[in-house]
């Protein structure tokens, strides 16, 4: 009798770690790029709290995890099981991909990253010297906000509600610690919005605003939009937001959040494979069919 290996017994896995997941498209768009590329691997979404985390991380490295990804609420909540963060994640403090390396658990942000990317490649729309309003300092806003400096962005202004009065500003200070006085201007009030929106041009919703299940909400009157905006939204469930409709129909360009997610996808896997390319197109095909784009 011929002894054969069991080919499951090797396979390498790889998740996403948050709440909620159930909608992320990360799956479908990391097992399409595994499956193309021939590798034995599967990645799987997993509902985890912060108060779970103890827990989790320890069992997933000694069940031959290889890779992670972290969303809300948990992308500064896990920094505290790492070793260490790389240059990117130390500015953000905030962890989107988590990987193994030397026996080290390892974190970086690729989210913004992957919004430069997209915005530059899909949006067609260089960020460099212009002046934007991002809403929101969370995790995937603080990724944003670093990688907008570092690609030349002129200034930064951030809003958030009064109850994020305190992240908006820790973001602040820490991005002008990165670059001095890019970020001047940093607001809770409302009323300050149409002001705002005239300082800027470039605009972008980092935060849930919109998202499924609560779709007919946007994080600011979209009337005072002009056809001069580049309004971007981090949402992707649903792909089409009302932010985005309704900047479109004031004639401002527009960008859909899932081509961040596509792109930072892309770059996670490259820290996961210590530098091995995916297959992007397929990524983008498998996350659009699942968001019947």
């Known amino acids: 009798m011929i002894e054969k290996n069991n080919p499951w017994a090797e396979t390498q896995f790889f998740g996403l770690l ?14 399409g790029n595994f499956k193309s590329l021939g590798m034995n691997a599967l990645y799987t979404p997993y509902e985890v709290t912060a108060e779970e985390l103890p827990k989790v991380i320890p069992a997933l490295e000694s069940l031959r995890f290889k890779g992670l990804n972290v969303t809300m609420p948990l992308k500064q909540e896990i920094i505290k099981y790492l070793d260490e963060l790389d240059e990117i994640a130390s500015l953000c403090n905030a962890v989107n991909t988590v990987y193994w390396k030397d026996g080290k658990l390892c974190g970086s942000n690729t989210d ?25 300092a969370g995790g995937a806003s603080r990724g944003v906000a670093f990688a907008l400096c570092a690609a030349g962005l002129s200034s930064i202004t ?67 939009l002009e056809s001069r905006h580049m309004v971007c939204d981090l949402v992707y469930v649903p792909d089409d937001t009302k932010l985005l409709r309704q900047a479109a129909a004031k004639g401002a360009r527009t960008l859909v959040g899932y081509w961040m997610t596509i792109w930072q996808g892309a770059e996670a896997f490259r820290r996961w494979t210590g530098g091995k390319e995916p297959d992007v197109k397929v990524m983008t095909d498998a996350a659009l069919q699942f968001l019947e784009v």
């Open 18 to 31: 948050g709440s909620p997941v159930r909608k992320s498209l990360s799956a479908a768009m990391h097992n």
């Open 112 to 136: 913004g990253i992957g919004f430069v990317h997209g915005l530059k490649e899909q949006g067609r729309y260089d960020p460099t010297g212009k002046h934007c309003l991002l809403f929101g």
């Open 158 to 224: 951030l809003w958030g509600r009064p109850s994020g009065h305190d992240k908006l500003q820790k973001l602040a200070s820490d991005l002008n610690g990165y670059r001095s006085d890019v970020c001047k201007i940093q607001s809770t009030d409302e009323r300050d919005i149409p002001k705002l929106l005239k300082e800027n041009e470039l605009i972008i919703n980092g935060t849930s605003v919109g998202m499924a299940p609560n779709t007919d909400a946007t994080v600011f009157d979209t009337s005072y």
